[in-house]
């Protein structure tokens, strides 16, 4: 039963555009989701996050939207630059700090 | 301030035989994370040691994985006897204190990619 659901597995976007990428999930008792970011060889690391009292959550360069009746989020990245390009997780946990992860987004960004 | 280190980077095993992988959280984190990530899926946890207590274990296959944390610092997961489902990236974490995940950030190591022939 996958709980958290990214169903784009890869996404390509130029250089100074918007990237969007999007995360659905089933348990309404979701209360908090975060983004991850992956490079290869690498381990996630944390990029931003935002609790379910709200719809919108903004720093720099990354916005995260929430849309609870729709149980759906999104990641915009405004502008995109080549060093964005990696893999994405998108994160839930239920009132802990045990996260389920959906199962990634691989973002290229060319020039 | 030092990451979590992880060892090994790489291991190939053969089907039925053991392997153990180490975890060195960041210095002062209570709280750490075993995560198994195969190839195509999100990291799922497999189990969350508070100290050197078992916090969360529910999703770790107990009759062939086993994890310690003896003195509440280092951490090693084992499996015994290996399966070829068991190939995956096993990724370690660590955050100050157990808490709500909004405010508690989890620190990832780079992962041990394990293939199991």
């Known amino acids: 039963d996958q709980q958290v659901k990214q169903n784009s597995p890869s996404l390509s976007v130029q250089e100074g555009r918007i990237s969007i990428l999007n995360c659905d999930y089933t348990n309404s008792m979701f209360d908090y989701f975060l983004w991850y970011k992956k490079y290869p060889a690498e381990g996630p690391t944390f990029l931003i996050s935002i609790s379910s009292i709200k719809d919108k959550n903004e720093d720099g360069r990354f916005t995260v939207f929430l849309n609870k009746s729709a149980k759906h989020l999104s990641l915009h990245i405004v502008p995109s630059q080549p060093g964005d390009s990696a893999v994405y997780f998108c994160a839930a946990s239920e009132w802990t700090d045990k996260l389920i992860f959906g199962t990634g987004t691989r973002l290229q960004v060319f020039p | 301030e030092a990451g979590v280190a992880q060892s090994p980077r790489y291991k190939i095993i053969e089907k039925r035989q053991s392997v153990a992988f180490w975890c060195n959280p960041i210095?002062?984190?209570?709280?750490l994370y075993w995560y198994q990530q195969i190839l195509g899926q999100g990291p799922k946890l497999l189990i969350q040691f508070q100290n050197n207590g078992v916090v969360d274990d529910s999703q770790l296959p107990k009759d062939r994985f086993s994890a310690e944390r003896l003195k509440g610092v280092d951490s090693t997961l084992k499996i015994q006897p290996a399966k070829l489902e068991d190939s995956a990236v096993y990724l370690c974490?660590?955050?100050?204190?157990?808490?709500?995940?909004?405010?508690?950030?989890?620190?990832f190591g780079p992962g041990t990619r394990l293939t199991v022939l």
């Open positions: 210095s002062g984190h209570a709280t």
């Open positions: 974490a660590s955050s100050r204190h157990q808490g709500l995940a909004g405010s508690n950030e989890q620190f």
